[in-house]
């Protein structure tokens, strides 16, 4: 079983987004068996930040493969389904981080605002550290709201022809072509105001 430090390495650094996607991904893994060498085993996630990358490192589901499916919704919120059965798991990250002192507070809001100072970047990696070590010890019942059951399941993968475009010359994939002038084009070249 990989580690957190794998997933560290994976994604190059260590925040509390990637412990929760690394518990997250244990917790679903556990629930429904192995790791994915194929499509056996889907994942939606419903965010774009670093728990997707301990989700694709812990569980093999992957854009490329087509079994790691992203709605961007900028919810901690991820789904695991096993093909063929339609058995999932949909985790909802729920953890409430201890109430930080004012002081936190003023470096987090210096840190948004873009200071690099060293006592602010000291304080903020501090405060990082802290709750990836909290998140790393909770309770799957602190972190977690789940629901369990049969879900529908996504198309799988599809295979598509590939098309040149009539502009650039690259190829794309089928279903990405658009017809620009009578001409089949790739989307960047439809969108390019003339």
Not at 78 to 87: A, H, L, N, V
Not at 142 to 162: C, H, N, V, W
Request: aromatic share 8%.
């Amino acid at each position: 079983m990989k580690t957190f430090d794998d997933m560290v390495d994976f994604h190059g650094h260590s925040c509390p987004g990637l412990a929760f996607g690394y518990r997250v991904a244990l917790f679903a893994l556990k629930a429904l068996g192995e790791r994915a060498t194929d499509e056996e085993l889907v994942a939606i996630v419903e965010n774009n930040s670093c728990g997707v990358d301990a989700v694709q490192v812990m569980t093999g589901c992957t854009f490329g493969k087509g079994n790691l499916i992203s709605k961007d919704y900028g919810k901690q919120v991820y789904t695991f389904i096993k093909r063929p059965s339609g058995e999932g798991i949909r985790i909802a990250v729920d953890w409430k981080f201890p109430e930080e002192t004012d002081e936190e507070k003023h470096i987090w809001d210096r840190y948004i605002k873009g200071e690099r100072f060293d006592e602010v970047l000291k304080a903020v990696h501090s405060r990082k550290a802290r709750k990836v070590d909290m998140i790393l010890n909770a309770n799957d019942e602190e972190l977690f709201k789940i629901s369990q059951g049969t879900m529908t399941l996504p198309d799988e993968a599809r295979i598509y022809a590939s098309l040149r475009c009539a502009v650039c010359g690259e190829k794309m994939m089928e279903p990405r072509a658009r017809v620009k002038n009578g001409e089949i084009v790739c989307i960047p070249c439809f969108e390019k105001v003339q």
